[in-house]
């Protein structure tokens, strides 16, 4: 299975704090992506980073990618309570069927 | 305008019923998708419709039967349904290739009683 796997399922943080999401997958890849989702709403593109990237930025997010671990982070800087949501990574399979495959989610909640 | 719309919000209906969720994008997307969510889970794709033909459907029991009828829309009927087909159902599209940006809509919450 391609699915990632995100780790840790569930992260609960203060404003302000720093909060990291990582992401492994199992086989080659295009593109990672990370999407937010606000609880029971549609899923938000946060980034996309292609295979030959190693790091990219956007705003407080900053996101690192490893083809060599297959593994994936995203690292979300001063943390607000608006940042509470499920975050998930999407990846394609290089030469793979045409779709993208959500991992499982981290949860973050962070308190005021 | 980045936004894909959907109707219903909420959906209720019987095993019997015959129902219909609609997504709309004018993002000039030719790529749209739909994907069912359940509580806690990520979403799984069901079906890719590229330049107005379907292109993947992953193993949908045929009583969920998607339909585009232009490039803009993308319907899912939907005929009698389980309980087990309770869920969040997203509508999601992009440029024109699947490994692209995906904008999702807000979804729709089915309850099949």
């Known amino acids: 299975s391609q699915q990632g796997e995100e780790d840790p399922q569930a992260l609960s943080i203060q404003e302000g704090e720093n909060a990291t999401m990582n992401c492994s997958y199992k086989?080659?890849?295009?593109?990672l992506q990370w999407y937010r989702q606000n609880s029971g709403r549609g899923l938000v593109h946060l980034i996309l980073?292609?295979?030959?990237?190693r790091e990219k930025h956007s705003g407080r997010l900053r996101v690192t990618l490893d083809t060599s671990k297959k593994s994936s982070s995203l690292l979300i800087t001063a943390s607000r309570a608006a940042d509470t949501a499920s975050y998930f990574c999407?990846?394609?399979?290089?030469?793979?069927?045409?779709?993208?495959?959500f991992g499982k989610g981290t949860k973050l909640t962070v308190n005021p | 305008d980045t936004e894909v719309t959907q109707t219903p919000k909420h959906l209720v209906m019987g095993m019997t019923n015959k129902k219909s969720l609609k997504c709309e994008q004018h993002?000039?997307?030719?790529?749209m998708y739909w994907y069912k969510q359940k509580a806690k889970k990520p979403p799984e794709l069901m079906f890719v419709?590229?330049?107005?033909?379907?292109?993947i459907n992953e193993s949908v029991p045929s009583r969920f039967s998607p339909e585009c009828p232009n490039s803009s829309l993308l319907n899912l009927h939907l005929h009698a349904l389980q309980p087990e087909d309770s869920a969040l159902y997203l509508c999601?599209?992009?440029?024109?290739?699947?490994?692209?940006?995906?904008?999702f809509g807000p979804g729709t919450r089915l309850l099949v009683l």
């Open positions: 419709y590229s330049y107005e033909k379907l292109s």
């Open positions: 999407a990846t394609d399979a290089k030469g793979g069927s045409e779709k993208l495959v």
């Open positions: 993002m000039g997307h030719r790529a």
């Open positions: 980073i292609r295979s030959n990237e």
């Open positions: 999601a599209s992009s440029q024109d290739r699947i490994q692209e940006t995906q904008y």
């Open positions: 086989t080659s890849i295009n593109n």
